[in-house]
């Protein structure tokens, strides 16, 4: 599994690992099915195990392998028609919340003494800028004065001037063509002036360190605990 992408990789080693804690016997489709569907897994995370499997087999037993491949295209297709149709399956419900529910978490969170600057700035630009999936860690700050080096290639921020800045992802754990954009709310720009003074690198943690923040905060903001799919 070594050409997948690190996080890929940790999830589908993730799997394997639990699997193996259950006993789990790859090479019966009939019990790793028993399982998932004991689990009542959703179908994103039934696309992970059946994926995970593919990749575990594929170079001893070709079969099998293809098997596990269709069912983590089954479920990787249901799972980005019910994104595509806004369809809530039920295992979501609990975790759903509407985007201005999301937002609104920001009301408290901004008000909270006890959450520190630099993870109030991090939480802000999760619920309140589109998503950009979880690429919001070592985030460079740059400004008009002193812009990023020619040769830079780290995600960043261009601080152009007190009421604008954007976050420049060159980085993408997924793939595209040229570096996304998203601006920044005019009212979280003194705050990122304030935190980048003493973190000119900011969020300095790795993504499934972001992702469990994600989920400690919104869980503690709206009351549910939240996934990290956004």
Known sequence: ???????????????????????????????????????????????????????ALKDSNLFLSELYREL????????????KNQI????????????TEIQNTWLK???????????????????LIPPLRLDLNYLHVFSKI?????????????????N?????????????NGPLTRDI???LIPLLIKVSKTHPILFQVSPTRSGQII????LKYSGKPAGINI
């Not at 990789?9 to 998932?36: G, M, Q, R």
């Not at 604008?164 to 595209?176: E, L, M, R, V």
């Open 88 to 99: 809530i399956t039920p295992n979501e419900l609990d975790k759903y919340l509407s985007y």
């Open 215 to 218: 989920q400690q905060l919104m």
């Open 146 to 162: 002193h812009p990023p080096p020619p040769d830079f290639s780290g995600n960043h921020i261009i601080l152009l001037n007190r």
């Open 1 to 55: 599994m070594t050409e997948l992408k690190n996080i890929s990789l940790n999830n589908y080693n993730s799997a394997l690992n639990t699997l193996d804690k259950f006993h789990i016997d790859y090479s019966n489709p009939h019990e790793v099915e028993s399982f998932l569907n004991n689990k009542n897994y959703s179908d994103t995370t039934r696309k992970t195990y059946y994926y995970a499997l593919f990749h």
């Open 164 to 176: 604008y800045a954007q976050i420049i992802i060159i980085q993408h754990k997924t793939d595209f």
């Open 72 to 83: 983590g295209y089954k479920y990787s297709k249901k799972s980005s028609d019910n994104y």
């Open 109 to 127: 969170a901004k008000d909270d003494d006890s959450l520190d600057d630099q993870w109030k700035l991090f939480f802000a630009f999760n619920v």
């Open 185 to 187: 709310p005019s009212h």
